[in-house]
């Protein structure tokens, strides 16, 4: 009997790493029916988003909070969506602000519900993961100290490997970068890009004035090349479609707090974390947070491996200023690829898109 499973992922990391774990799935069972809310990525397989996912890309409290009718609405669609269809098996992706509480409603109507990539609910303290434990049957996560963390709140949980290393791309890195090449990367939701490129300017105008730098932007596919213009004015800034590609040519760079700190560590690149965000939405989260690190580096390693620069630090004299210093530092740069070597046997133990795909697929089978 043909099963249908719907997937909500809410951002292009989330639209990734579905679309490589729906392959995997496909190979086993071709019959296999996806449904649900992603991105380009799950399109290219045939799936319908109910939703473009660029219109639910947001981050903040205070963003999401402008926009509360519309997600309301939307998740009174996905709930419909769920009964209506007869799914099998809810996979929420990450993005658990909305996740949660579209898996509270499948399970409380018996719908199976594989949670993949946790909530990073660690950093917000162990209260919020009882309303998890609630809402889900198993939990498959892709750092391995998140296995302890949830299994000690008697949540079904399993490590899975991480699912940039099923990529090839980041295997094989050149680490001996003899250039004067710095990445930007800003973000790709359209709200951090707007944030982020405005800083970025007077960051390469400040950077200028210490060392010959080329700077290299890394564009997002889910943001029009407008947004792109001011910036591309320097004389000295290019844009690159490929951030992956960026990562591994350029000798350090400037990174957005998220995945793509991992991927830079993944991609052999030194760099210095920074965010900027709504006034409330930084109060809120400082009140919240429990952690001594946000960078995932930095949190894996337990220690400060590259430098963390938020709000008011995060200002161009402070980010040139760190910029070059790590750029001329080569016993720095040593140290922190050697540090992200140690990170990648940490999360290389397993394939996670076909060690998840597996999980997945023994549970529709034992379903009755």
Same mark, same amino acid.
């Given at each position: 009997?043909?099963?249908?499973?719907?997937?909500?992922?809410?951002?292009?990391?989330?639209?990734?790493?579905?679309?490589?774990?729906?392959?995997?799935?496909?190979?086993?069972?071709?019959?296999?029916?996806?449904?649900?809310?992603?991105?380009?990525?799950?399109?290219?397989?045939?799936?319908?988003?109910?939703?473009?996912?660029?219109?639910?890309?947001?981050?903040?409290?205070?963003?999401?909070?402008?926009?509360?009718?519309?997600?309301?609405?939307?998740?009174?669609?996905?709930?419909?969506?769920?009964?209506?269809?007869?799914?099998?098996?809810?996979?929420?992706?990450?993005?658990?602000?909305?996740?949660?509480?579209?898996?509270?409603?499948?399970?409380?109507?018996?719908?199976?519900?594989?949670?993949?990539?946790?909530?990073?609910?660690?950093?917000?303290?162990?209260?919020?993961?009882?309303?998890?434990?609630?809402?889900?049957?198993?939990?498959?996560?892709?750092?391995?100290?998140?296995?302890?963390?949830?299994?000690?709140?008697?949540?079904?949980?399993?490590?899975?490997?991480?699912?940039?290393?099923?990529?090839?791309?980041?295997?094989?890195?050149?680490?001996?970068?003899?250039?004067?090449?710095?990445?930007?990367?800003?973000?790709?939701?359209?709200?951090?890009?707007?944030?982020?490129?405005?800083?970025?300017?007077?960051?390469?105008?400040?950077?200028?004035?210490?060392?010959?730098?080329?700077?290299?932007?890394?564009?997002?596919?889910?943001?029009?090349?407008?947004?792109?213009?001011?910036?591309?004015?320097?004389?000295?800034?290019?844009?690159?479609?490929?951030?992956?590609?960026?990562?591994?040519?350029?000798?350090?760079?400037?990174?957005?707090?998220?995945?793509?700190?991992?991927?830079?560590?993944?991609?052999?690149?030194?760099?210095?974390?920074?965010?900027?965000?709504?006034?409330?939405?930084?109060?809120?989260?400082?009140?919240?947070?429990?952690?001594?690190?946000?960078? $995932?580096? =930095?949190?894996?390693? %337990? /220690?400060?491996? @590259?430098? *963390?620069? !938020?709000?008011?630090?995060?200002?161009?004299? +402070?980010?040139?200023?760190? $910029?070059? =210093?790590?750029?001329? %530092? /080569?016993?720095? @740069?040593? *140290?922190? !690829?050697?540090?992200?070597?140690?990170?990648? +046997?940490?999360?290389?133990?397993?394939?996670?898109?076909?060690?998840?795909?597996?999980? @997945?697929?023994?549970?529709?089978?034992?379903?009755?």
């Amino acid at each position: 009997m043909k099963k249908t499973i719907f997937i909500s992922v809410g951002d292009p990391s989330g639209d990734i790493h579905a679309a490589k774990l729906m392959k995997q799935i496909l190979k086993s069972n071709p019959e296999i029916n996806f449904i649900g809310i992603g991105g380009k990525e799950m399109e290219k397989l045939n799936f319908k988003s109910i939703v473009p996912m660029e219109q639910i890309s947001v981050v903040g409290f205070w963003e999401v909070a402008k926009r509360y009718s519309f997600f309301k609405k939307l998740l009174d669609n996905c709930k419909s969506f769920l009964i209506d269809n007869k799914v099998d098996l809810f996979l929420p992706i990450d993005y658990p602000g909305f996740n949660i509480r579209l898996a509270s409603f499948a399970k409380q109507n018996n719908i199976p519900v594989i949670y993949y990539i946790a909530p990073q609910l660690w950093a917000w303290g162990k209260s919020r993961t009882e309303k998890l434990k609630n809402s889900i049957d198993k939990l498959l996560v892709v750092f391995p100290f998140e296995e302890e963390f949830f299994k000690n709140d008697g949540i079904n949980t399993k490590f899975v490997g991480h699912p940039l290393l099923d990529y090839t791309r980041f295997q094989n890195i050149n680490y001996d970068r003899d250039n004067n090449l710095i990445a930007l990367l800003p973000g790709s939701r359209l709200q951090e890009v707007r944030n982020h490129l405005n800083l970025f300017i007077n960051v390469i105008d400040e950077a200028s004035k210490l060392n010959d730098f080329k700077f290299g932007v890394a564009k997002s596919s889910n943001i029009e090349l407008s947004e792109y213009e001011d910036i591309l004015k320097l004389k000295n800034v290019e844009l690159w479609e490929d951030s992956i590609e960026l990562m591994k040519t350029a000798r350090v760079g400037i990174v957005k707090t998220g995945t793509s700190n991992l991927e830079a560590a993944l991609c052999g690149m030194p760099f210095i974390m920074m965010y900027k965000t709504s006034f409330l939405t930084y109060n809120i989260g400082k009140y919240l947070i429990n952690l001594d690190f946000i960078s $995932l580096i =930095n949190i894996l390693q %337990n /220690k400060p491996i @590259i430098p *963390e620069l !938020i709000q008011s630090e995060a200002n161009p004299k +402070n980010l040139a200023k760190e $910029l070059n =210093n790590l750029f001329n %530092n /080569k016993s720095r @740069i040593k *140290e922190i !690829i050697n540090e992200y070597e140690l990170i990648r +046997n940490k999360l290389n133990k397993y394939s996670a898109s076909t060690e998840a795909a597996s999980i @997945i697929l023994n549970s529709l089978q034992n379903e009755k």
